[in-house]
């Protein structure tokens, strides 16, 4: 007859090379083997995979806990230090917090109502091209003539900046 699962406050190891983590080498934990499993039957890609997996064992290293013994006041902490503290970017941010949504939704289910309310910030894509007003009032803004002068130069041949720049 199967034990139940108990919690503890058992230390992660730490692994330095992702790659270990997803070949079924004798440092993969069971539960981090079936959060691998999980991700692979639901049919992500295998960067996905690395990349959700990178996710939960970062937050493990962060507290020094396994994952499975984290609270959610703990998640939401550490979604925050991301986001506040080390200035992740929105793709990156998404990123953690799928990762850690899947697997304490899927892999290891808790009853908690905060992370499915959490929303990433939505990450604000740079236009492609500047519109011709945009640029008249980007290097018009410029204060010295022969910066300004530069700047159109650079502009009018189609340069990148660093191409202009070139010494």
């Not at 996710?55 to 506040?84: I, N």
Request: proline share 7%.
């Amino acid at each position: 007859m199967a034990q139940p699962a108990k919690q503890s406050t058992r230390q992660l190891p730490t692994h330095e090379d992702d790659s270990t983590t997803l070949t079924g080498d004798r440092k993969v934990s069971p539960l981090r083997r079936r959060f691998i499993q999980d991700l692979e039957l639901a049919g992500l890609s295998p960067n996905s995979v690395k990349a959700y997996v990178r996710s939960v064992r970062r937050m493990s290293e962060h507290f020094g806990l396994a994952p499975d013994t984290l609270s959610e006041q703990q998640v939401r902490d550490y979604l925050s230090h991301l986001q506040h503290e080390k200035h992740y970017a929105a793709g990156t941010l998404k990123i953690a917090y799928s990762g850690l949504n899947w697997f304490f939704k899927h892999t290891y289910p808790r009853d908690w109502h905060t992370l499915p309310r959490l929303k990433p910030p939505k990450q604000v894509p740079l236009p492609d091209v500047l519109t011709p007003q945009e640029a008249r009032q980007l290097i018009g803004s410029v204060r010295t003539e022969h910066n300004r002068v530069c700047l159109w130069t650079i502009y009018s041949c189609g340069l990148r900046l660093a191409e202009g720049c070139h010494k």
